[in-house]
């Protein structure tokens, strides 16, 4: 990452840190949310910018972790965040795991048709079963907490929780991203019939990277339900993945501040055309301007918002 991009992420993150400071409770929960969705954002930027595999089913590893976190925690009593995080995370992981192995096997559409298959089997059973409570969803009665030393339970600490884990996983991928893994994960999105030719096993390396994927987004999803306390089938549904897949283009592919840059313009976006204020009786309607917005900004931002700078140069 160069000096210039690195001081931008650095002073994104030091704008997020002192935000509460200015911010009421509608502001503080309104970028916790985002947050949340960055933390989405990243999972699939892994996948898409840079491997190469179009996943569109993304929200069921986000919907797992979810599910995990309200399904795991005790009725009545505190979880204790040292267990009740990791736990959210592996279930995410395994699904990753199962789901990758099967669908890696295919290419192209076939692999997007077959992961968006996985997500709507995933959808469909906490929609028609009893396990995540049907359409009317479950909630989330007590929320984790460590100790003394934290409770997610109030909105500055769930902030200020929710930022670390958006700046440890924005560093941990951009740190994988330029060891030899992360190298030859460049080189499967680039040309991986060259990778094969020169000796490596590319199934490995996306399967690993899968299954990275799957449990970010299984982190995101877990504090997306400690922050509702409530998680329901939609969570899991093509809908969602598509919207974070948007994000990631909005921001633009191959860049991790990007996935950062798309995930805020997107909720903004849709704060903006959801305002009433702004828009009056049109703000019923806020999907059409928000999808022309985004039309407008592939075609004019062929590489994102991340690549207005160079295109204003």
């Not at 569109?56 to 979810?66: H, L, N, R």
């Not at 990753?96 to 992961?115: E, Q, W």
């Amino acid at each position: 990452m160069q000096r210039s991009q690195l001081m931008f992420v650095a002073a994104v993150f030091a704008a997020l840190a002192t935000y509460p400071l200015l911010a009421g409770s509608f502001g503080v929960d309104f970028v916790t949310k985002t947050m949340i969705f960055a933390v989405f954002a990243l999972s699939l930027e892994l996948l898409v910018g840079h491997t190469g595999l179009v996943c569109f089913g993304q929200a069921a590893f986000f919907g797992i972790g979810a599910y995990a976190a309200v399904l795991l925690a005790p009725q009545g009593d505190a979880a204790s965040i040292l267990w009740l995080l990791p736990a959210s995370v592996l279930a995410a992981a395994l699904y990753a795991l199962f789901v990758g192995a099967l669908s890696l096997r295919t290419k192209g559409v076939y692999f997007i048709m077959v992961t968006l298959a996985f997500a709507q089997m995933a959808y469909y059973v906490v929609h028609d079963t009893p396990l995540g409570g049907g359409t009317d969803g479950i909630y989330l009665t007590v929320k984790p907490a460590l100790g003394s030393l934290l409770d997610l339970a109030k909105p500055l600490p769930l902030y200020g929780f929710t930022l670390a884990c958006l700046v440890l996983v924005f560093a941990f991928l951009a740190l994988l991203l330029r060891s030899p893994f992360g190298r030859a994960l460049a080189g499967i999105r680039v040309n991986e019939q060259r990778m094969r030719a020169t000796g490596f096993s590319t199934y490995p390396y996306k399967l690993a990277a899968f299954v990275i994927s799957g449990a970010i987004a299984g982190l995101a999803g877990f504090l997306f339900a400690v922050k509702d306390g409530f998680v329901n089938p939609e969570l899991m549904s093509w809908h969602q993945s598509g919207a974070v897949l948007i994000m990631i283009i909005l921001g633009g592919l191959g860049h991790l501040r990007g996935a950062l840059i798309g995930a805020f313009a997107f909720a903004l976006l849709e704060e903006l055309f959801k305002s009433e204020a702004v828009f009056g009786s049109f703000a019923r309607h806020w999907h059409l301007g928000l999808g022309l917005t985004i039309i407008a900004c592939v075609a004019l931002l062929p590489r994102g918002l991340v690549g207005v700078p160079g295109q204003l140069r």
